[in-house]
Structure formats: C-alpha cells, structure tokens
C-alpha cells in the first residue's frame, strides 16, 4: 500500500514503543513525499521511504491513500499552504525545501490553487518533472543556513548532516540518494586530497 504525507514532516521511527526518543535509525519524511507501507502495527505502518528505501514506522495518521499525484514541489526554503489566496488568510501549514504538492491550472492573485482546495504561493513552486538547479551545491546548501540542527532532520525547520547533503544532492538531479553518511561516503564522485579541496568538494569527519 502506498502513502501520502499530508503533514509538513512525518518521522520515520526505529522503535514506535518510544517515539519520544530518537534512533540512531530514523528519518523523516516531507510533505508530498511517499512511504510504501508493509505491515501495519496499530497507530503506525511499517515500511520504507519511496526517496531513499529508507525503512521504519510512521504514524498513519500522517499518511493518506490515493493522494493525487504531485506535479510541482517548493524550490525556497519555506513556504505556505492558505485557505484563501491571500497572504491575510491564515496558512494551514509550513512547507520546506523540496515539498511535493499536486497543483491545480488555476491561479489568483499570485498564488496556485493545490488538488486539495488550498492555495500556495506561485513564485515559490517549481515543476516536479525532471526538477534540477542549476546553480551549484554550495548555494544550494546555503538555502539552509541557520536552520536548527535535529538529528534524522531532513527539512528546513530541522536538519542533520547527512540530511543537508541528501536534499542538496536530490535538489540537484541525483536521485535516491542514500539518507545515512556511512552509506555516502564513497558513494557518488571521486576522493581528492585535503590540499585540492574546492568549493561543492564534500568533506567527511571521522566520527
């Protein structure tokens, strides 16, 4: 069975009998994003993230079936969902970075209207089909400046290490990235010694 976030985030849990206390193996999910459910166990389903097989329980409360299809994703740090299309209508939620959204033809006053009813910002969406920046990783990553570190974060509003490279590297046309930094390193590119390290080079610390 596949699912739908229909929450601005949703974790990924390795242990839902605790889900106060992160794992050294959770994640986190963005709206728009898809996990393909395997078994379930009663508020939580168990399966893996369709980004980056990345496996664990998330609420099902947070995922919905049959979502309509996303055709656009967020291209700024953050937006917004509106009731109305105006910025005075209350939001219903915050998108980050690389949300997914199924949008509408219809616009007004600037925004787009999404599949669900909601509004969002015009200038702040991007087509999902074959999406790339073009600057370059650097930039990119900047986009996150001064986001608060959270551990198994993968969104603006918190995001760990391996996340920020994982969301630059999708940003930027590679896809499923892997999610944990023992499996990119080595993964993608070439190792170059520490004299000739340059701009969008990625450096690994021990530990």
């Not at 980004?51 to 329980?57: C, E, H, L, S, T």
């Not at 299809?69 to 105006?86: C, F, K, M, W």
């Not at 994982?166 to 896809?175: F, T, V």
Request: charge should be negative; include cysteine; charged fraction near 20%.
């Amino acid at each position: 069975m596949l699912l739908t976030v229909v929450t601005k985030t949703a974790d990924i849990l390795g242990n839902p009998s605790e889900p106060e206390i992160i794992s050294n193996n959770d994640s986190q999910l963005l709206y728009g994003e898809q996990f393909q459910v395997e078994e379930e166990h009663g508020a939580y389903v168990y399966g893996y993230s369709v980004i980056d097989g990345y496996k664990g329980f998330v609420e099902r409360v947070q995922l919905i079936k049959n979502a309509p299809v996303a055709n656009s994703l967020i291209h700024v740090r953050a937006s917004h969902l509106y009731l109305d299309p105006d910025f005075k209508s209350r939001p219903t939620t915050r998108l980050s970075f690389l949300s997914r959204l199924s949008t509408t033809d219809k616009k007004e006053n600037g925004f787009t209207q999404l599949q669900s009813g909601e509004w969002v910002f015009s200038d702040h969406l991007s087509p999902l089909k074959n999406y790339k920046i073009k600057t370059d990783l650097a930039d990119t990553a900047q986009l996150f400046l001064n986001a608060p570190y959270l551990y198994a974060g993968r969104s603006s509003f918190g995001i760990d290490c391996s996340g920020l490279l994982q969301m630059c590297l999708i940003a930027h046309g590679l896809e499923n990235p892997p999610r944990d930094t023992k499996d990119q390193q080595g993964t993608f590119g070439k190792t170059v010694s520490e004299d000739k390290i340059q701009r969008n080079d990625i450096v690994f610390i021990d530990g």
